[in-house]
């Protein structure tokens, strides 16, 4: 005779989850307006670093490349707010309402918007650097890495689609993400 030993059987366990809790999975399409308003945000970069470097009388804060780097910024953070209010109104949390994959964006824009003001203040009590001196400075730096992270959310919101098993397949999903890293690079 054989005897076998089983465990009585277990129900199945099942999470259940609310579809308004998980995080939104923002679509190709949202990558886009980012990448768009980003392109603005890293073209004022560039008009400001050209200033930087062959206007050596620059001694102030505010000027017209200032204000395309910082308006281009502050565009691109709009288009994410908008997501993030867009979500809120339909029930979730302020923070499940940030897109899947912009998590660090919105945390890279509160940074460049501390270190924006911090370099300010910085440029007004230390002048304006030039050359190397500018790429160094502790608010470049960090304005640099709150940009950095910002400009890199294309590419991680991808990556959550895939995670999901949401793949979209085609040049109008992959250019985004490769403008995203042109951007960051």
Request: glycine share 10%; no cysteine.
């Amino acid at each position: 005779m054989v005897v076998s030993f089983t465990a009585p059987a277990q129900p199945a366990v099942r999470a259940t989850v609310h579809p308004t809790s998980a995080r939104p999975l923002a679509p190709v399409r949202f990558d886009w307006w980012i990448v768009a308003a980003s392109g603005w945000f890293a073209g004022g970069l560039y008009l400001d670093g050209w200033a930087h470097n062959t206007i050596p009388s620059l001694e102030t804060f505010f000027t017209p490349w200032h204000a395309v780097l910082y308006s281009g910024f502050l565009v691109s953070l709009a288009v994410l707010g908008w997501a993030i209010g867009h979500h809120h109104t339909a029930g979730r949390t302020w923070w499940q309402s940030i897109p899947a994959g912009y998590e660090l964006s919105l945390v890279g824009g509160l940074l460049f918007i501390a270190s924006g003001l911090a370099d300010m203040l910085w440029h007004i009590i230390f002048g304006i650097e030039a050359n190397v001196d500018a790429l160094l400075s502790p608010t470049h730096l960090l304005l640099l890495l709150g940009g950095t992270l910002f400009l890199s959310g294309p590419i991680r919101a991808e990556a959550r689609r895939r995670a999901a098993g949401m793949t979209a397949l085609g040049w109008t999903a992959l250019v985004p993400r490769i403008l995203a890293l042109t951007f960051v690079l």
